[in-house]
């Protein structure tokens, strides 16, 4: 199984970014799928992400700016990102956790100018 994720770029402050993952194999009954991102120097840190059984869950920082979906026709998940601010620059990491180990996408960089 591969993820392949796209959409990174550069923006300026209060712009926006769609990143999408995109999945080999179907997404429809995977435990979870999401993203997370890496700011230079610090750690890994959780963004967003569909959890089997709920809804889509959010990092407090990222709430009210950003957004998940899924086109489970194209097993695609992907993060709409509004009103990016430069704490929001990082490499960006799409996940899927299935039976076995979480598998992760290549990262895809998102610099946000200010």
């Known amino acids: 199984v591969q993820l392949q994720a796209s959409g990174g770029g550069l923006v300026q402050a209060g712009g926006s970014l769609r990143l999408s993952c995109a999945a080999s194999?179907?997404?429809?009954?995977?435990?979870?799928m999401g993203w997370y991102r890496q700011i230079p120097g610090k750690q890994r840190e959780f963004v967003a992400a569909?959890?089997?059984?709920?809804?889509?869950t959010y990092a407090a920082s990222v709430k009210a700016r950003f957004t998940i979906s899924r086109d489970n026709a194209k097993n695609t998940v992907f993060l709409q990102m509004n009103s990016l601010a430069p704490e929001d620059t990082a490499v960006y990491s799409c996940?899927?956790?299935?039976?076995?180990?979480?598998?992760w996408g290549q990262g895809t960089l998102v610099t946000v100018s200010s």
């Open positions: 569909f959890i089997r059984g709920g809804g889509p």
């Open positions: 194999r179907s997404i429809a009954t995977v435990n979870a």
């Open positions: 996940f899927l956790d299935d039976f076995g180990p979480r598998l």
